[in-house]
């Protein structure tokens, strides 16, 4: 059976995929790119702290400080600090040291022999991230060398709350960023490309040839928006296979049904490109108006902060978001071998949205040029 | 003989808010013939082309082009699909080949693969387009481009073709092998409509219509117009050395006298009125008779009246 | 070369800009907004976290434990009916964590043994799990205290000055890193998106076949793009102080000048890769790549640099953003000046000029017929 398929829209695919594709260095830029990115980003994004550069105010004799000094730097945390300043307050604000150690004028060791143990530390704490990290480090190094040094045993609390962390026990930070990296860089292309393709048609005036052809609305919107939800769609295999095979991020799901979440996913990007070219003229204010929306839309999805902490109307915004159920439904895939609840309810949304943007761009489409 | 007639406008107005860009314009073309399109730029031209292509609404009046209207069901596409156009600006895309830029409009026409290639084949016959069909279009000299381009509004085979200044930035030899494919065209029964700035094409239009500012003031054959407007003889002056510019300037008031880059032109209303402007100042100017272009027609009827 | 020839450029430029009002609003209004939106939605410091309660003991023990959670304004308290149904909000992502308290644990909290409860984290988003685990570090000995009355003295006292944002504000860490982020982009997209498009409707062509050099060009293209990015900046610093009352304690000449170079650099960068690209989608895609993506997520913004790997962490002083961010927040915190902050400022400054000559030859070079 011979699958009729109509023959606007394969021309259509054809031509966009001949102009897309004809440059090299577009090409590079589709696929070779996202590699490199979701590579470059997946090693280097951590927000483990480490590599904190640490200073301290010596005390003649003093060796708890001195067992608290060396420990921290054999933990992977600390390093030293090469300090040309004396005064502990010009180190950090000098950017040589990040926490400085000040210990009280007689000595750790003698002052927790007196039973008054004080200690002070200065922190930077312009990344308040890090800072937090820092005092939790330095409080747990002083706890480990105080029991060691007087052989006391660290009183244990009398509540010890068990941890078991799901889904990712060992905490490692590719498996959290690498769905975020890859959610990102896939609506980048597509709401970018989609929406710039459509303005490029109004600006060189090929457009008006388009429209004097008798063609339907929905012909030229799926026309356009096809060939880059295929585009879409071609870099999801580059992307998945550098997060499971270079990063060990682990796959529990189903791919099928990962590359049907995608699927929705890349249909309502392509849906919010095609309605910003639709109200913009040029290629321009459809770059504006891509980035207008990508920005907040990557920074409200819960990549890279929490969306309990948000307000009430940032929160909202962040249901709203596209992104926020795909990187959801893409996490839940990964790590927890996806529950069908959680899929259904998100693809559900997702293709709501994308019947609602569709629409609109729909409604406000011409085929006239009045 | 009466052929079939393919585009009948009737009292169209195309107004954009309360500015009418088409005020109250009416004519009919029949088959085969080519209809151009004269007049300054903005005085609507363009906006009456769309309107004939599908492209646009008119606000008021009637229009039929192949028998069909918008107000017909499925008017616009009906439109569309029985007629060509060629548009001002670019209508091939840049950076694919001949052959992609005909692949896709054939696929916007919905013509079938086998049609397609025998339509193609003809086609560059038809404009002898030798080159390889791999070529990009911008690797193409502007001449050719535009054949292309027609090449590519007549792939559907329509009846009537539109084709807005088609051989803007052309050089003078391509511009006449154009004209040859329009006659050629207009010879095998299509209708074609024309605008253009250049006078000799425009001389090789069967009918002219002259638009101002959305009016239409004057339509008839090339002979007809220079015959309406200027039914005395037409006198070409050269001013002598003797006679100084302000003074021209001052005869000028007295009579229509058109200036003609260093030269004037000249009808006077009536043969008497001749005879006396010879004896005042026949000494200061070089007299010669010449019959009238459309140059002429269109510098007194378009712009003569803003003086 | 000729200041006038340079300032025509520039002027026609303003006019471009001013005639595309719908650039220019975004142009001006995006940072503005982002920052603003941003330094409002973004809190690192987590609170009302959802955690699923199941309490086996039920009593006066685990009542206080569950109390003091709630009286936090760390967590949200969800009771759960069984221990299997506190896990699977868990697991269905309803909550975030689960504390499953057993039928002994005021038993073995009083005879001395040490009771335990079981905490169930999902660590599928690493957004909230760090913090979850270190507030319960901290809940340990107030919840103990709380229910044994007994304080819990630390050997050694810990006391922890945190310099320059003492109240931990996130507000304060974010908002000056943002700016530097959302200027980035902006300054990139702006002149690839604008320079392109003159070479693709063929007016470079036109401007390059005019006695105007190669360099007087650049200038006056740049320039307008300059003094626009410098507004932006003045809105956000407008913003992030008075709306944010993030301190300032640092100089406004070292800011400027910072800003300057910044903006001077990505420019460039914009400039170099319309002329690499000479098509709009190209150039954006390229800007996207090589701009938004590193400054967002390589320039120290979030994700510390000192934990990148040293192959990355070489890489990124190839970023300016990632040397205008500590210039920035540094100048605002801390109150560096120009000593302090001569690392950076070297180091802006040389990739500055490296990137103004590279796009100047490469536009000569490729611009020679």
């Known amino acids: 059976m011979k699958i009729k398929i109509n023959p606007t829209i394969l021309g259509f695919i054809k031509k966009e995929f001949s102009q897309a594709l004809r440059d090299p260095r577009m090409r590079m830029m589709l696929f070779a790119a996202p590699i490199m990115q979701m590579t470059l980003f997946g090693i280097a994004l951590t927000s483990d702290v480490k590599n904190v550069r640490l200073s301290f105010q010596p005390r003649p004799n003093d060796t708890v400080l001195e067992h608290v000094v060396e420990h921290a730097l054999a933990s992977k945390w600390f390093i030293s600090a090469h300090t040309t300043r004396m005064d502990p307050f010009e180190q950090v604000q000098s950017d040589e040291a990040d926490v400085v150690i000040v210990p009280p004028p007689e000595g750790l060791t003698e002052s927790i022999g007196r039973g008054q143990g004080r200690v002070q530390i200065l922190v930077n704490a312009s990344n308040v991230i890090k800072a937090q990290s820092v005092e939790a480090y330095i409080r747990s190094i002083l706890d480990q060398v105080v029991a060691n040094d007087f052989q006391r045993g660290i009183t244990a609390p009398p509540i010890h709350f068990d941890m078991r962390i799901l889904f990712n026990p060992s905490m490692e930070t590719p498996v959290f960023m690498v769905p975020g990296v890859m959610s990102t860089l896939i609506c980048l292309i597509t709401i970018l490309l989609t929406s710039m393709s459509i303005s490029k048609e109004k600006e060189t005036g090929t457009f008006e040839m388009l429209v004097s052809a008798p063609v339907k609305i929905w012909e030229i919107m799926l026309g356009k928006t096809l060939p880059y939800v295929m585009l879409g769609m071609s870099n999801i295999p580059l992307i998945l296979a550098v997060a499971v095979f270079a990063f060990g991020v682990p796959m529990r799901g189903n791919l099928i049904i990962l590359f049907i979440a995608a699927f929705f996913f890349i249909c309502t990007t392509v849906a919010v490109g095609t309605l910003i070219s639709v109200v913009t003229k040029t290629q321009q204010q459809s770059m504006m108006g891509g980035f207008l929306f990508l920005f907040p839309a990557i920074q409200l999805s819960g990549m890279m902060f929490p969306i309990e902490n948000m307000p009430l109307g940032m929160k909202v915004l962040a249901y709203l978001n596209p992104i926020t159920y795909f990187l959801e439904m893409l996490r839940n895939i990964m790590l927890k071998g996806g529950d069908s609840h959680v899929i259904l309810s998100h693809l559900a949304v997702l293709a709501l949205m994308a019947v609602i943007l569709t629409t609109i761009s729909y409604k406000k489409f011409h085929t006239t040029l009045s | 003989m009466s052929e079939p007639i393919t585009v009948k406008v009737n009292h169209l107005t195309v107004q954009f808010g309360d500015f009418k860009a088409v005020n109250d314009v009416s004519f009919e073309v029949p088959a085969g013939q080519i209809f151009g399109f004269l007049g300054a730029n903005g005085a609507g031209k363009t906006t009456t082309i769309r309107v004939l292509c599908g492209l646009l609404l008119p606000s008021q009046g009637e229009v039929k082009v192949a028998g069909i209207s918008y107000h017909d069901p499925d008017g616009e596409r009906r439109i569309k699909s029985k007629v060509g156009y060629m548009s001002q600006k670019f209508t091939l895309y840049n950076d694919l080949t001949v052959e992609e830029n005909l692949l896709f409009t054939a696929s916007l026409r919905k013509i079938p693969r086998p049609e397609f290639e025998k339509r193609k084949k003809e086609l560059f016959d038809f404009i002898s387009f030798h080159r390889d069909p791999k070529t990009m279009v911008k690797d193409l000299p502007g001449g050719m481009k535009q054949q292309v381009s027609l090449a590519a509004s007549l792939l559907h085979d329509p009846d009537i073709v539109f084709l807005d200044e088609p051989t803007a930035g052309v050089t003078s030899a391509a511009r006449a092998r154009f004209w040859d494919l329009i006659r050629d065209l207009a010879k095998r029964g299509k209708t074609i409509f024309v605008t253009s700035h250049y006078m000799d094409e425009v001389e090789q239009c069967h009918r002219i219509a002259l638009m101002r500012s959305g009016e239409l003031i004057a339509l008839d054959t090339p002979e007809g117009l220079k015959r309406t407007t200027f039914p005395n003889p037409l006198y070409e002056l050269k001013p002598h050395q003797s006679i100084s510019f302000s003074e021209v300037e001052a005869i000028r008031a007295e009579g229509s006298f058109e200036p003609y880059g260093l030269r004037y032109h000249v009808s006077a209303t009536t043969p008497n009125l001749w005879q006396e402007f010879v004896k005042k100042y026949g000494k200061d100017f070089e007299t010669k008779a010449i019959s009238p272009t459309l140059e002429d027609v269109f510098i007194r009827l378009v712009e003569g009246k803003n003086r | ?369």
Not at chain 3, 111 to 126: C, H, P, V, Y
Not at chain 3, 299 to 323: C, K, N, Q
């Open chain 3, 1 to 369: 070369m000729k200041i006038a020839r340079a300032r025509a450029v520039a002027r026609k430029e303003v006019f471009h800009i001013l005639r595309d009002p719908f650039t220019l609003a975004l142009a001006l209004l995006l940072p503005l907004m982002m920052v603003t939106i941003f330094g409002i939605a973004i809190e690192f410091n987590v609170q009302n976290i959802k955690i699923a309660v199941y309490d086996g003991d039920r009593t006066q023990a685990s009542r206080k434990l569950i109390d003091a959670l709630g009286s936090s304004r760390y967590f949200l308290i969800d009771r759960a009916a069984t221990q299997y149904s506190a896990i699977e909000r868990v697991d269905a992502e309803r909550d975030r964590a689960a504390l499953i308290i057993d039928p002994k644990f005021e038993y073995d909290l009083l005879s001395g043994r040490g009771a335990e409860a079981q905490l169930i984290l999902d660590g599928s988003d690493n957004s909230t799990v760090g913090s979850i685990i270190s507030y319960f570090g901290t809940m340990q000995n107030l919840a103990s205290e709380k229910i044994t009355g007994e304080m819990q003295r630390p050997e050694v006292d810990l006391v922890t000055r945190f310099l320059y944002n003492p109240e931990l504000n996130s507000k304060w860490f974010v908002v000056p890193g943002l700016m530097v982020v959302v200027l980035a982009i902006l300054s990139i997209l702006l002149t690839s998106l604008t320079v392109a498009r003159e070479w693709e409707n063929g007016s470079m062509e036109l401007l390059l076949s005019t006695p105007a050099e190669p360099i007087e060009i650049i200038i006056g293209k740049l320039f307008p793009y300059v003094v626009l990015g410098l507004g932006a900046i003045a809105f956000v610093y407008a913003i992030a102080r008075l709306g944010f009352g993030v301190p300032f304690l640092g100089n406004h000449l070292v800011f400027l000048l910072g800003s300057g170079l910044f903006l001077a650099t990505y420019l460039a960068q914009g400039l170099l890769i319309s002329v690499a690209a000479r098509t709009q989608q190209l150039s954006m895609q390229i800007a996207m790549m090589s701009g938004f993506l590193p400054s967002m997520l390589l320039s120290g913004f979030i994700f510390p640099i000192e934990s990148m790997p040293p192959f990355f962490r070489i890489l990124t002083m190839l970023l300016p953003a990632r040397w205008f961010m500590s210039i920035s927040r540094d100048v605002f915190l801390k109150g560096s000046d120009l000593n302090d902050l001569k690392i950076p400022f070297i180091a802006l400054a040389c990739i500055c000029s490296l990137m103004v000559t590279i796009a100047v030859r490469r536009f000569k070079r490729d611009v020679e017929p």
